[in-house]
């Protein structure tokens, strides 16, 4: 009998991956989709609890998924749910479990479906141990795919007629530290691959980026990877930092964000600032208001700090709810005025751009050379290239004339 999966997926890009990853092992083993858990004999959930709010909306997607079919439990819960979850509807699989894919024994999965699949995780777990983060108590310590493993697996996905390439964990620049090679090496040897497509480079710490800038910065001079860079930073303040165990200081941050500038002028940089830290207070707040003024990142991600369990951080007091909403609005405010600054930079210019997904009411959106989405009309294939005139913006992405 054929089974019929219906899937989900919620989190990082890293989570999301390895749960196309799992479901297209599934459908290798004569599995079908489905577009509805109603019509499904399973359904696979890829889950996320980076923060108590994700985590509790993760639990009831599971609950109403169990009241339609059996569930398997992917992603970061399994392994903080202490076993809780299991029953006879609900089964997990811990990211331990998935470390087999890591090590070489699940490497020829074949991406029957691409539409489920992020991007080509390269290794998981970290080499931090940061006193917020319960991603590094859920998934372990490093472990990194051998490249020629990476490499293949690229191969297969442009026989599939994927040009949009992306690598991901939850750290890029920790990757390889564990089978003496690094980030820019994998990139050199990904680039090197005879076709026609784009990479982009996933989350790096930067603690590891530091380490490997130099390289790094060269391995991006290849025109096949975008000039984008997604560099959390967390806090503007020394002392927070050091308070999170981040490992690097302000400073390294600054000069990472500066030599990338430098090197590529028209490039991307996104960071994560975690608000309300326990510790956080005016002078911290204002620490890193000027350093989203000083760097600029075209993209903020903007988190109220959630204590989870089983990290060193959670009983520890935080400021108060109101002072935490406060500085969660002034960063979201500073950082729609850089957004848009940045943008109106590049009205009048004319750009190239890959066609990466349909937009809404008959439009396109491609991607820039350094990943900036440009917004433009008309039903366009995927993957094609074209020309256009930057003409307006919106909140958040370009609005293109096709030349």
Same mark, same amino acid.
């Given at each position: ?15 999301k ?6 479901v ?30 994700t ?21 970061c ?15 997990t ?8 894919f ?9 991406i ?16 931090g ?12 310590? =490093? ?6 493993? *990476? &490499? %293949?697996?690229? $191969? ?6 994927? @040009? ?45 980026t ?51 500038r ?28 000027? =350093? ?6 075209? *993209? &903020? %991600?903007?988190? $109220?700090?959630?204590?989870r369990?089983?990290? @060193? ?10 002072k ?27 750009k ?42 919106g ?9």
């Amino acid at each position: 009998m054929v089974q019929k999966i219906f899937v989900e997926s919620y989190g990082c890009t890293l989570s999301k991956s390895e749960t196309g990853l799992y479901v297209n092992k599934m459908l290798n083993e004569g599995g079908v989709l489905v577009d509805s858990p109603d019509e499904a004999d399973i359904s696979v959930i890829g889950t996320c609890v980076v923060i108590k709010h994700t985590e509790e909306k993760m639990l009831r997607r599971i609950g109403e998924l169990s009241e339609k079919s059996k569930v398997k439990v992917m992603g970061c819960l399994p392994p903080v749910s202490a076993g809780s979850l299991k029953d006879e509807m609900i089964d997990t699989v811990d990211p331990t479990e998935f470390r087999k894919f890591y090590s070489g024994s699940l490497d020829d999965i074949e991406i029957k479906e691409p539409s489920i699949f992020e991007g080509i995780p390269i290794n998981q777990g970290c080499t931090g141990s940061c006193n917020f983060c319960i991603s590094h108590i859920a998934r372990g310590k =490093l472990v990194s795919r051998k490249p020629e493993k *990476i &490499v %293949n697996q690229i $191969r297969m996905q442009l026989e599939r007629g994927i @040009r949009e390439v992306r690598i991901t964990s939850l750290d890029t620049a920790a990757y390889g530290k564990d089978i003496n090679t690094n980030l820019a090496q994998l990139v050199g040897q990904i680039s090197q691959i005879n076709d026609n497509f784009k990479l982009r480079i996933g989350m790096m710490e930067p603690r590891n980026t530091h380490d490997i800038l130099g390289e790094l910065l060269h391995s991006y001079e290849d025109k096949k990877v975008f000039k984008f860079m997604h560099i959390p930073v967390q806090s503007g303040s020394d002392r927070i930092l050091s308070l999170m165990n981040r490992e690097y200081e302000r400073e390294e941050f600054e000069r990472i964000v500066k030599a990338f500038r430098e090197r590529f002028r028209d490039s991307v940089i996104s960071t994560d600032i975690i608000a309300g830290y326990h510790g956080d207070d005016e002078e911290t707040f204002n620490e890193t208001m000027n =350093l989203l003024e000083k760097s600029r990142p075209d *993209i &903020v %991600n903007i988190t $109220r700090f959630s204590p989870r369990p089983f990290t @060193r951080d959670f009983s520890s007091k935080v400021p108060s709810s109101e002072k935490i909403k406060a500085w969660t609005q002034e960063y979201s405010d500073k950082h729609r005025e850089i957004i848009q600054s940045n943008m109106e930079n590049h009205i009048g210019r004319e750009k190239e751009i890959m066609i990466t997904e349909k937009g809404k009411e008959g439009s396109s959106v491609g991607r820039d050379d350094a990943y900036r989405p440009v917004v433009v009309p008309g039903d366009i294939d995927l993957y094609r290239r074209i020309k256009c005139e930057i003409v307006d913006l919106g909140s958040t992405y370009l609005i293109g004339k096709i030349i």
